[in-house]
C-alpha cells in the first residue's frame, strides 16, 4: 500500500509568517510522529501522537508549535512566527500499535526554508 | 537523558571494503535497537533491528548489528561494501517501554566504485 506522504515537499517562507506541514500517515497506523532534522544534527523528536490518546507534545521547542490530528489520520504542523531557526528538514513517521517495539515508517519530509 | 553517539560523521570507502560503524547509547536499563538508512534521494528504512535473543542481528542487503551490552554498542558492519550503499546510516535506541527513540546525528557513507 501506499506509505507516509508529506506536503509541500519544499516551503519557503519569510520570517514572522506562519506554515502549516501535513502528513498522510499510512493507513492503520495508530501511532504517528513528527521530527525535525538540521543540517549535520540527528533526529529531533517534536510530538507524538497515539490513537485517540493526548499528544506526548514534549519534544515541541517553543510555543510556536503546535499539530493535530484529525480522525486519527492526517497530521498537521503548525509553526507560527517562523525565524531562521526553524529552517530544517520536518520529518512525519507513523507505525502500528504502541510501545518501544514498533518499527517507523517515514516520509519523504518537507524542507522549511526561513528567509 | 539518553543520548546515542554515533562516532563516525563521515566515511569514504572503496568498493569491497568492510565497513563498521559505530553506535553507543547513554541508558543502563533495558533498550531496543534500530538501524535506519536514508538512501540518495529516498526515504529513512529500517535497516535492522534488536530486541532480545541473539546479539548478533542480521538486516537487508547483508548488513549485520551486534549488540555488545556491556560496552553499550550496537555497531553495524557490512564484509564487502558496494557503491550502492552510499547513504546516511541513523542509529535509535528505544528505552524498554519508551515510545520515543533517540537517533543518533547519523553518518554519512560515500562508497567510490
Known amino acids: 500500500g501506499a506509505g507516509v506522504s508529506q506536503s509541500p515537499s519544499n516551503k519557503v517562507t519569510e520570517k514572522g509568517k506562519d506554515v502549516e506541514l501535513r502528513c498522510d500517515p499510512i493507513?492503520?497506523?495508530?501511532?504517528l510522529y513528527w521530527y525535525r532534522q538540521s543540517l549535520g544534527q540527528g533526529l529531533e523528536f517534536l510530538i507524538y501522537f497515539q490513537g485517540n490518546s493526548a499528544p506526548d507534545k514534549s519534544g515541541l521547542p517553543s510555543d510556536r508549535f503546535s499539530a493535530e490530528r484529525t480522525g486519527g489520520s492526517v497530521s498537521t504542523l503548525t509553526i507560527q512566527r517562523t525565524q531562521q531557526e526553524d529552517s530544517a528538514v520536518y520529518l512525519c513517521?507513523?507505525?502500528?500499535?504502541?510501545?518501544?517495539?514498533?518499527?517507523?515508517?517515514f516520509g519523504p519530509g518537507t524542507r522549511l526554508t526561513v528567509l | 537523558a539518553q543520548s546515542v553517539s554515533q562516532h563516525n560523521h563521515h566515511v569514504i570507502l572503496s568498493e569491497a571494503a568492510s565497513l563498521e560503524l559505530g553506535c553507543n547509547y547513554s541508558y543502563g536499563g533495558t533498550v531496543n535497537l534500530f538501524w535506519y538508512v536514508q538512501y540518495p534521494g529516498q526515504h529513512l528504512q529500517l535497516l535492522l533491528k534488536?530486541?532480545?535473543?541473539?546479539?548478533l542481528v542480521k538486516g537487508i542487503k547483508g548488513f549485520e548489528a551486534e549488540f555488545i551490552k556491556s560496552k553499550f554498542s550496537f555497531n553495524l558492519r557490512k564484509p564487502s561494501v558496494q557503491w550502492s550503499d552510499t547513504a546516511e546510516y541513523f542509529c535509535a535506541v528505544n528505552e524498554r517501554g519508551s515510545y520515543i527513540p533517540t537517533f543518533g546525528r547519523g553518518t554519512s557513507l560515500i562508497v567510490h566504485p
Open positions: 493507513s492503520g497506523h495508530t501511532a
Open positions: 513517521a507513523s507505525s502500528q500499535g504502541t510501545g518501544s517495539y514498533n518499527e517507523q515508517f
Open positions: 534488536y530486541f532480545s535473543g541473539d546479539p
